[in-house]
Nanobody, 122 residues
């Protein structure tokens, strides 16, 4: 079984900062891309940031220059540093990872965390 566990959400004032963490555990051979998505009430889930195992990153235009994604491959963990937070960043943030379970099987599977609430007050 594979689990993704997020932490670090909370309530912060506009202009503040938060750091989210997501750790993968279980029977894992390797992890390719890891990413953060968010979903605000009434909206669909959108990509916030993603990072490959080699460190290449991609960001939504709305968070460029404010958010930074990173990862520690040895710990199977990804982080999202969020600065200059705005009320429109309020959402449930979900971690996602593309995980290969077996060395002899090339398929990757997408796993999701349970989500962590981020609320930015104005």
């Amino acid at each position: 079984q594979v689990q993704l566990v997020e932490s670090g959400g909370g309530l912060v004032q506009a202009g503040g900062s938060l750091r989210l963490s997501c750790s993968a555990s279980g029977s894992i051979f390797s992890i390719n891309a890891m990413g953060w998505y968010r979903q605000a009430p009434g909206n669909g889930r959108e990509l916030v940031a993603a990072i490959t195992s080699g460190g290449s990153t991609n960001y939504a235009d709305s968070v460029k220059g404010r958010f930074t994604i990173s990862r520690d491959n040895a710990k199977n963990t990804t982080y999202l540093e969020m600065n200059s937070l705005k009320p429109e960043d309020t959402a449930v943030y979900y971690c996602n990872a593309a995980i290969r379970l077996r060395w002899y099987h090339p398929d990757e599977y997408a796993y999701w965390g349970q989500g962590t609430q981020v609320t930015v007050s104005s």
